[in-house]
């Protein structure tokens, strides 16, 4: 896989680098940073909207079913547990251009089958080291 290089900008503001692409990733003010990007919370449910959505294109195109506008509205809620915050839940909604019909349940499995969805549900292994 590719390298994803972090580097810390500013305050709580911090580009990443992937592919050649760069982009700005920083805390609301509410929390103490200056917004100059989304939090890391908000690029985590971006990442699985992303994927949801990507899947779900790549079976439309597939199956022959009208996806492009397709639009989809993630909202998170964030809870303390054992004096740690984390994404509690997310909830989607998916709005294709035209109804699928009898092809709905396909449609939603095929973005519930996407990467970062497999992988949020599963927990990945983390090892990090100074």
């Known amino acids: 896989m590719d390298l994803i290089s972090i580097k810390h900008e500013s305050g709580l503001c911090f580009s990443v680098g992937v592919r050649g692409h760069r982009f700005l990733v920083d805390m609301g003010e509410d929390?103490?940073?200056?917004?100059?990007?989304?939090?890391?919370?908000?690029l985590l449910v971006a990442?699985?909207?992303s994927c949801v959505g990507a899947h779900i294109a790549r079976y439309c195109q597939t199956a022959k079913i009208?996806?492009?506008g397709?639009?989809?509205n993630l909202t998170f809620q964030i809870a303390e547990e054992e004096n740690r915050k984390l994404i509690s839940s997310i909830v989607g909604d998916i709005s294709l251009p035209q109804d699928p019909g009898p092809?709905?349940?396909a449609v939603l499995r095929a973005g519930q089958n996407c990467i970062v969805r497999n992988t949020l549900a599963r927990g990945p292994e983390i090892d990090l080291d100074i």
């Open 31 to 42: 929390a103490g940073g200056a917004d100059q990007g989304p939090s890391p919370a908000e």
């Open 47 to 49: 990442s699985l909207g």
């Open 66 to 68: 009208p996806y492009e």
């Open 70 to 72: 397709m639009e989809l």
């Open 103 to 105: 092809r709905s349940s």
